[in-house]
């Protein structure tokens, strides 16, 4: 089947504990991408992937981190999290110039 | 700040009845998508109009897009309690930029 995988799913971690979500798509995609979702502001990009070893800031990188090291995997790094950090966080990815995103099942962080 | 902003931020209609959602945007596009989303899940691609295009339709999804007025609407005709979720519009300022509003959400009463 088709699909981004995220893991893990469900995550509370405490200030400045280095954490990772994985991210892996099974369709070839060369466009991957990371967005975080908070109550009331939609989706707001992190971080996003055009290819292997290329990758550009989005709209709200700030304390994150990201490496696209295989077409497959696009993991998101959090160095020291904050609890502003606490939020739902979605892995994308396309074909290029679809621009239609398939979507992974969502990563819901908590930071204490 | 959103490239698009969904308008009513929440809706609760009858089973059976139309649902319509609208989008307004602020810059120029290349397309315009509308996404469901069902409680906290990942969000599933409806249906994606381009700039050039005014009308569209999907099953029971119809998209209009007006780009003299930067808006596009989605109505959902006939909905079911299974169209209970959030819809989110998403423009496309370039490839691979997708810019997504807060989303509307529906609620189909039985």
Redesign the interface.
Known sequence: EAQ?TQNPRYLITVTGKKLTVTCSQNMNHE?M?W?RQDP??????IY?S?NVEVTDKGDVPEGYKVSRKEKRNFPLILESPSPNQTS?Y?C?S?L??A????????S?LTVL | SQQGEEDPQALSIQEGENATMNCSYKTSINNLQWYRQNSGRGLVHLILIRSNEREKHSGRLRVTLDTSKKSSSLLITASRAADTASYFCATALFDYKLSFGAGTTVTVRA
Request: proline share 4%; net charge positive; hydrophobic share 40%.
């Open positions: 981004v466009y991408s967005y009331g502001l939609g989706l707001r990009q996003y055009m739902l979605f994308a396309s290029p110039g621009n239609v995103l398939t979507f992974g099942a969502g819901r």
